[in-house]
T-cell receptor
Framework: GNSVTQMEGPVTLSEEAFLTINCTYT??????LFWYVQYPGEGLQLLLKATKADDKGSNKGFEATYRKETTSFHLEKGSVQVSDSAVYFC?????????FGSGTRLSIRP | GAVVSQHPSWVICKSGTSVKIECRSLDFQATTMFWYRQFPKQSLMLMAT?????????EQGVEKDKFLINHASLTLSTLTVTSAHPEDSSFYIC??????????????FGSGTRLTVV
């Protein structure tokens, strides 16, 4: 069935390190892909999205490229900051609903 | 941008009691609201979709009589967990789809409610 698989956390990095959070999906057709972020005590916020193959979504230094051939949408950032500590959810839209991954908790050490 | 206010943010209740969770769209009208629950280290699972003025649509396996959803107005959707039991302890979160013309903003989520049933 349709699903999203993302890297299990928690992920702990030092400030300025390179970040990759892997995400793969199983879906029919050409869904839109998303990364949502949830900061402590807050609701989910859209971080970035891509609506078709080879599209690259980017925001706040984060990037993810829609790879149809590998059904992946990995999240990357070249230099993380303490303020990036949060839970990150990969997701895709299907029939007006959003299917989420299990979330990856990211902690950045100063 | 669009804001969805969800209350309470956390609640502890005794087994057998009912708990109501509210989600309000503060500066826009939400004709649809999605309700999710999340168990520790698991995905957000869609429970149901509420629609203003009509019955909610429940996902397979979700008990309609246990999770009562009401969408009484264009700005308020509620989820009531009836006769709560410890296994209902979870994180519940609501979400409104993007407003027409603001699709690039994505879905708007409430801040979530952590329910603990003792």
């Amino acid at each position: 069935g349709n699903s999203v698989t993302q890297m299990e956390g928690p992920v702990t990095l030092s400030e300025e390190a390179f970040l990759t959070i892997n995400c793969t999906y199983t879906a029919t057709g050409y869904p839109s892909l998303f990364w949502y972020v949830q900061y402590p005590g807050e609701g989910l916020q859209l971080l970035l999205k891509a609506t078709k193959a080879d599209d690259k979504g980017s925001n706040k230094g984060f990037e993810a490229t829609y790879r149809k051939e590998t059904t992946s949408f990995h999240l990357e950032k070249g230099s993380v900051q303490v303020s990036d500590s949060a839970v990150y959810f990969c997701a895709y839209s299907s029939a007006s609903k959003i299917i989420f991954g299990s979330g990856t908790r990211l902690s950045i050490r100063p | 941008g669009a804001v969805v206010s969800q209350h309470p943010s956390w609640v502890i209740c005794k087994s057998g009691t009912s708990v109501k969770i509210e989600c309000r769209s503060l500066d826009f009208q939400a004709t649809t609201m999605f309700w999710y629950r999340q168990f520790p280290k698991q995905s957000l699972m869609l429970m149901a979709t509420s629609n203003e003025g009509s019955k909610a649509t429940y996902e397979q396996g979700v008990e309609k009589d246990k999770f009562l959803i009401n969408h009484a107005s264009l700005t308020l959707s509620t989820l009531t967990v009836t006769s709560a039991h410890p296994e209902d302890s979870s994180f519940y979160i609501c979400s409104a789809p993007p407003r027409q013309g603001f699709e690039r903003d994505g879905y708007t989520f409430g801040s979530g409610t952590r329910l603990t049933v003792v």
